[in-house]
């Protein structure tokens, strides 16, 4: 029995299950709800059997169909699939339960929920085809599905505003892409393969070479809103509903990052990339300090929390400076945990101000006065995710920037230092200004009933995010499985 | 001989960017659409000079023939919103600047940049053609596009389904689906065309579809013909029973990315590598794939163009008892 379970090809059917329930709920309106729990149900223990799978055997890589390299599409069974997969489940998991709530079954709104199922399966699938892909054309495909699904879920909102915010997003998301499938073409024209590991053994570095990594980066670059492309994000994920802004801050942008990571270490490695590196890295930087400090401005909760996430992108490109030869794992490492970690802080944020949104009427921040009595969990909830974003220990978000110090301190770019300091401040005055007016002593007369998946599915995210630090061994060492990095992780280093 | 092949690239380059230039820099929106529906035509035009016979049928089919009606339908839905333009916003001098910054800068000298550097390129100009050539035999069909498309690359045309699927599902979670045409009675020359090309398109795109096996052909250009024959139907007056907009036009748009889910599932319950058809089964199985899709595209294109989900889904649906969803 574990023999059989242990030889399926978990990864695939991760992806295939998400978008077979989409076409039945599609199918079946009046059963949706239903249709996504148990899928969201199925996920985490599919993702669980993976693992198993993937620690228990000698994992080879497989191709669709079956056919050799060059022709048959790879699928990846590493370290950076499985972290992605599983975290996808488990923030997945929590969301499916929360837009129950959100979405009621009856009422004035019951036409949206009819579609938020179909389309968010149909996301979560393609997020798993996009993590578990190893080929340029397949990881663009899968792309657009992405951008497809996030778009027409944004604008499940209705109203002009989310409308627009949509349709931008639409036309940033297939530029983007566009950009993406231009330097696919010009790899394939010049080496006949869009398979990631066989262009990376093949690739010379011509000049032609790095014209295409210039529009690939800046394709990803503008789909991971890094400053100062960022202009499209904090519209597009404080317009959309509440689940929805969860999925793109947790899950869609962590999409083209990881396309990005993998060709970065992949493919890019015989190119000249230095000079690229440290333009991230400025950008990275300005966008910390810059989204921090127009988060720390904001006055609806929902555009400071995605301004946040502006700021936590630059975070994540902090990764390819800091990549040198001695602290490429150091760098990686930071990068994954803090995907990890981010996608279940912000995903708990963004749930927390749907539902005091949704009890409060209005998510504007003066709106909350006094919200830290009758509704003060989901401020206490908040707050435990919130830690993870500013990097306090032992939160995972606290283990990657101080893989980014040490990181920065071995290779010599001090630089680095003040500027994740200065965002651990300016993230800590945000998440203060939220708390100062939450906890002001305010009487407050009449509050609606939230549904109970509303409140508490948050919790469990936030409490992830925050212990993450302490069991942040294992799924390091699940990432690094077959990862492109190698080398000492430094945890201790001095200057 | 070959100055005049030359010469008539050249001709035909020239016209497809001058046609670009002109349909972007027109005011008139009627105008741009029917310049970009003879942009795709042309463009289908240089596939063929190219040598890419699919990519041709396809570009004409659903480039040319079924965006242009898609742009058209929209044109007709902006209306008279589209006459009342609102003056425009003010604007700071950052969001002014942007535009002349991208045109003025940014675009021309990366299109430069790209176009010196492409000059060294040297395309492998086989590609993976003797790879797949030596694979043909065992892939279940004798075209090498249908093979790459349902075999080797399956895994992306799947994929694929699933953007088209997407896409209907997007259309429909927007808006309800409202009449296309206002005039109560088609005109007698539409009703008498559409009697006439409805069995000729059914034929020649179930030609086209059994060509996929052997030529160029196959389940998108199939379904782009079967669709222009359903929306012919519909100018002649045609239209669906309101009986079949729930469930059967659903699972209409939803069995071609279905049948491939089910299959690349089949193939895993097998113990195979998924998408791994067993050979002898392989011809039978990509058939397979392809009629149901050649059916759901057709069905999915048509949808779109009628833009919204259908009116009667939601009407039936509410009337019904709440037995099914008594238990949330």
Known sequence: MTEILLGQHWFFWMTLVPLGAAVVAFLIPQQARWIGLATALLLPFFALAAIAATLTAEVQPITGG??????????????????????????GFIISCYALGYFPARGHHSSRARYFWPLWLFLWGSCNALFVSGDLFNLYVTLELVTLASVSLIALEGGKAALTAALRYLFIGLFGSLAYLLGVGIFYGAYATVDLALLGDIITGTSLDHAAMALMVAGLVLKSALFPLHFWLPQAHAMAPAPVSAVLSALVIKCSYVILLRLWFEVFVSLDTVAVGHLLGLLGSVAIIWGSLLALRQERLKLLIAYSTVAQIGYLFLVFPLARNETMATAWVGGVLLMMTHACGKAAMFMVAGTIHHTAGSDRISRLAGAGGPIGVLVVVFTLAATTIIGLPPS???????????????????????????????????????????????????YPVIPWVMKWPPLVLSVIALLFGLIAYEPVQIALLGAPVSGPIFMEAGP | MIDLVLAFDLILMTTLISLAWLLLASRDLFRAVVLFIAFGLLLALAWTRLGAVDVALAEAAIGAGITGTLLLVGLGKLGSAERCRRTPRPTTFLQRLTPAVLIGIIIPSVTIILLLELRQLQIVSSGQQGLVLSLLDISGTDHPVTAVLLNFRAWDTLLEKGVLLLALVSIWSLDQARPLFHQEAPSPVLKGLSQLYLP?????????????????????????????????????????LPAWYGMPLRLLAGCGLLIFILIAAATLLAGNLPLQYPQELAGALILLIEIVATVSIAVILAAAVAGGHPAEISATEQQQPPSSEGTS
Not at chain 1, 76 to 87: E, F, N, S
């Open chain 1, 396 to 446: 995972g978000g606290f283990f990657s920037k101080w893989l980014f110090i040490n990181a920065a301190l071995v290779t010599g770019q001090w630089w680095y230092l003040p500027i994740i300091l200065s965002g651990t401040l300016l993230a800590a005055g945000y998440v203060a200004k939220v708390l100062g007016w939450a906890f002001l002593d305010v009487k407050r007369s009449s």
């Open chain 1, 66 to 91: 079956g056919w050799p390299t060059p022709l048959g599409i790879e699928l990846r069974r590493d370290g950076l699939a499985l972290v992605m997969l599983t975290v996808t489940a488990v923030v």
């Open chain 2, 200 to 240: 000729i398109l059914v034929i020649v795109s179930g030609a086209l579809l059994w060509q996929g096996g052997y030529a160029p052909g196959g389940a998108f250009q199939a379904g782009a013909l079967l669709s222009a024959g359903i929306l012919l139907a519909i100018l002649g007056g045609r239209s669906l």
